[in-house]
C-alpha cells in the first residue's frame, strides 16, 4: 500500500471536534494529512508528521473535507433554458416543466445518459465534491426508470429510485401509483440504496400524504432507506411524514410550520436545504437559521437539475446559505461536508478523521471562509490521491 503525505496546509478542516480547536470543525492550521489505501491514517502539525511514500505540498492553501451533494438529479436529457428564461420574466414555477425533461431522457440512449452523467460527476469533483447522491425520476416508466438507475450506479453509490417524482402525461393516477410501488419498484430496487417521494399535495403533478407513504412504505419493504422531497412549494405533510417513518432526509423544507420544526429536531431525520433552487426560481428561502437555533440538523445540497437548479456548485451553496438563510460561515461548511453525509447516513464521508475516506478538496485560498467571501469563484477542487 502507498501513502501520501499532504502538507503545506494552511488550515486543515477534519469536522472532527476532538482536535484541533475543538471546534464543530476541528480546524488544525499549519497541518499534514497522512492517507493511506484510500483512508485517513493521521492528521496533525506538518512538523510532526510521519514519514510517507509520496508528498504532496498545496502551498498554503486550505483543506475540507470533500463536499457531500445529497440531493442531484443527474441522469437527464436536454434543458429547460427557454423555462429559466420566461420564469426570469415573471412565470411562476409550478412543477408542470419535468415533462419537458421526461420526454428529452426518454429519447436519449443508454450510452448518451451515462456520458451525461459521468460529465456532471466531473464537473462537481472539479468543484469540489467527493459524494453525490442521484436519482432517477425522468424516466417514469419501468424500463426508463432502469436505464436512469443503471446510469447513476456507474458513477456512485448513493443511488435513489424516484419513481414517483411526478405522475407522467396521459397516465392515470392510481395506475401509476400501483406501478411505482409494484412493477417499477421491483425492478429498481436492486440498483438503488434509497426511494424517495416528491411529496407536494399543492401540486397537480405531484404525490399527496397517502400516496407518499404508500411509495415510501412499499420502498421500505423493498429494503430501500427513505428520502422525501417535502414543503418546497407550500405547507404539506412531507416532513412529518419524513420524520414519522424515519426517512434519512426531507428535502427543500421551505415552507415549515412550528410542529414540523419541533418534529425535525425530535427526530434523526435531516433538514436537507437546496438554496439553488429558491435562487433559481425566486421563492422565498427556508429559515435556515431558525431549523439551526431549533436543534435541527441540516445539510446543504445543489439539487443539480435541468429545470430548477441547473447548478453543481456546492459552494454556491454554502454562500447562498450564509447570504439569504443567515447560516454562518463554518455552519454552511460543516452543513455542506458532516450535514450531507448525515443525510446519507454515513460516516466514512464529510470528516476528515483518522479512518474515514481521503476525501479532500484544496481551496485556492488559505481559510475555508473564502467558500462564502468569495462567491462565484472556482476557489475549490477535489484532490486526486
Known amino acids: 500500500m502507498t501513502s501520501t503525505l499532504v502538507t503545506g496546509i494552511a488550515e486543515l478542516v477534519t469536522n472532527d471536534p476532538a482536535v484541533g480547536d475543538g471546534s464543530p470543525l476541528g480546524v488544525l492550521r499549519g497541518a499534514a494529512v497522512v492517507a493511506e489505501d484510500g483512508r485517513v491514517r493521521w492528521t496533525g502539525p506538518a512538523a510532526a508528521a510521519p514519514a510517507a511514500d509520496r508528498r504532496v505540498d498545496v ?6 473535507p470533500g463536499f457531500v451533494d445529497s440531493h442531484s438529479h443527474l441522469v437527464f436529457a436536454g434543458d ?9 420574466a415573471g412565470q411562476p414555477y409550478d412543477g408542470g416543466g419535468i415533462a419537458t425533461t421526461v420526454a428529452a431522457t426518454r429519447r436519449a440512449g443508454a450510452a448518451e445518459l451515462g456520458g451525461l452523467a459521468a460529465a456532471r460527476v466531473a464537473e462537481m469533483r472539479a468543484q469540489g465534491t467527493t459524494t453525490v447522491e442521484v436519482k432517477s425520476g425522468y424516466g417514469l416508466t419501468v ?16 443511488t435513489t429510485f424516484l419513481g414517483a417524482h411526478v405522475v407522467p402525461p396521459g397516465a392515470a393516477r392510481e395506475e401509476y401509483l400501483a406501478l411505482v410501488t409494484g412493477e417499477m419498484l421491483r425492478a429498481c430496487a436492486p440498483l438503488a440504496r434509497w426511494i424517495d417521494v416528491f411529496c407536494e399535495p399543492g401540486s397537480a403533478r405531484a404525490f399527496d400524504g397517502d400516496e407518499a407513504r404508500a411509495v415510501l412504505t412499499a420502498g421500505r419493504a423493498a429494503g430501500l432507506g427513505l428520502r422525501v422531497h417535502g414543503n418546497q412549494l407550500g405547507p404539506g405533510p412531507g416532513v412529518q411524514l419524513a420524520v414519522e417513518l424515519g426517512a ?8 415549515l410550520s412550528d410542529a414540523d420544526v419541533a418534529a425535525l429536531a425530535d427526530g434523526d431525520t435531516v433538514a436537507t436545504l437546496l438554496p439553488g433552487v429558491e435562487f433559481a426560481t425566486r421563492s422565498p428561502y427556508p429559515d435556515g437559521r431558525g431549523l439551526l437555533d431549533a436543534g435541527v440538523t441540516v445539510a446543504l445540497a445543489t439539487d443539480c437539475n435541468p429545470g430548477t437548479c441547473y447548478s453543481s456548485s456546492m459552494p454556491l451553496m454554502i454562500a447562498l446559505a450564509v447570504r439569504e438563510m443567515h447560516l454562518t460561515p463554518a455552519e454552511a461548511l460543516w452543513a455542506a461536508t458532516a450535514g450531507g453525509a448525515r443525510a446519507l447516513r454515513r460516516t466514512d464521508v464529510g470528516t476528515l478523521a483518522v479512518g474515514a475516506r481521503a476525501d479532500l478538496a484544496v481551496l485556492a485560498a488559505p481559510s ?8 462565484g469563484v472556482p476557489i475549490a477542487s477535489a484532490l486526486e490521491l
Open 59 to 64: 502551498g498554503g492553501r486550505a483543506v475540507v
Open 80 to 88: 429547460r433554458a427557454a423555462e429559466f428564461a420566461a420564469r426570469m
Open 143 to 158: 424500463e426508463h426508470e432502469v436505464a436512469s438507475l443503471t446510469a447513476a450506479a456507474a458513477v456512485t453509490s448513493e
Open 248 to 255: 434519512a432526509s426531507v428535502d427543500h423544507c421551505t415552507h
Open 368 to 375: 475555508s471562509v473564502h467558500l462564502a467571501y468569495r462567491p
